[in-house]
Every structure is written in structure tokens, then in C-alpha cells.
């Protein structure tokens, strides 16, 4: 059995989802990180098979997108001021869970890219992505 996502939000300023800015109108979440392989195959190994042990940890990137309204200051601040201003600051990502509440995944990042739709017959939207840097604190 899954969960519904729908409640999910996206924080800018915060590492509990509490304080700071709500991004407005945010939609399609996605999180990944992952962990570098580091290949630990000898030229003496006795098979025809590498092998590996765990590396360093890349904490990934966040992409979001929100239906775009240009007056909206947790939109001019996500996209515009940061990517400009080279910030690194917290953000915080709440997960609806069984129980009503949220499950936040918290930690830095910064804007990497946006870009602007404008459709003739649909909404405006924006795509936002943001990497994360040092230990992100997952549920």
C-alpha cells in the first residue's frame, strides 16, 4: 500500500518545514541522491569480476516545479535571487505520512537551474532545481 503525496511541500529557509518560507503552488517533487561505487578489483583477483566497495555520499538534487506567479516572493526568492546571489541555505521538504503529519527531509542547497514555460493554452509554470550539499536529515 502507498501514499497519497498530494500535501507534500517545499520550504525555503528552514530545517523543520516550520518558519520558513512555504514555496507557493509547488507540484512534481522528486529527491535523489546517491553513493559513489569505488572499484576495488586487483590485477590478482582470482575472477572475472570487479569489485566494489561504498564511497562518498552525494546528497543529491531536488527538482520541483510550481505554477508560476512572478509577484510571489517565495517565487522571486527560489528562483530569481538565489541563483543570482549564489546562496546555500536551508530547505526542508515534508512528506505526508499515515498519521497526518509530515515526515521532513531537511538540509542545505542551492538553485542550479530554472526554467520558465509559457504555454499559449496552459499555465505558466517553472521547473527549479537545487543541489544539495553536506548531510541532508531524511526520516
Request: charged share 10%; proline share 5%; hydrophobic share 40%.
Amino acid at each position: 500500500m502507498g501514499l497519497q503525496a498530494k500535501g507534500c511541500t517545499v520550504s525555503r529557509g528552514t530545517s523543520s518545514g516550520e518558519g520558513g518560507t512555504l514555496i507557493a503552488a509547488a507540484s512534481d517533487v522528486n529527491f535523489n541522491w546517491s553513493r559513489d561505487p569505488l572499484e576495488t578489483t586487483a590485477h590478482d583477483a582470482t575472477s572475472n569480476t570487479k569489485t566494489f566497495t561504498p564511497g562518498m555520499i552525494d546528497p543529491g538534487e531536488i527538482t520541483f516545479t510550481i505554477n508560476y506567479l512572478p509577484a510571489n516572493a517565495s517565487h522571486i526568492a527560489a528562483i530569481k535571487t538565489d541563483i543570482e546571489s549564489q546562496t546555500v541555505v536551508q530547505w526542508a521538504i515534508g512528506v505526508p505520512n499515515a498519521a497526518g503529519s509530515s515526515s521532513v527531509f531537511y538540509g542545505n542547497a542551492f538553485v542550479t537551474g530554472s526554467s520558465l514555460a509559457l504555454p499559449v493554452a496552459g499555465l505558466s509554470t517553472a521547473s527549479v532545481t537545487l543541489k544539495c550539499t553536506g548531510v541532508w536529515t531524511r526520516p
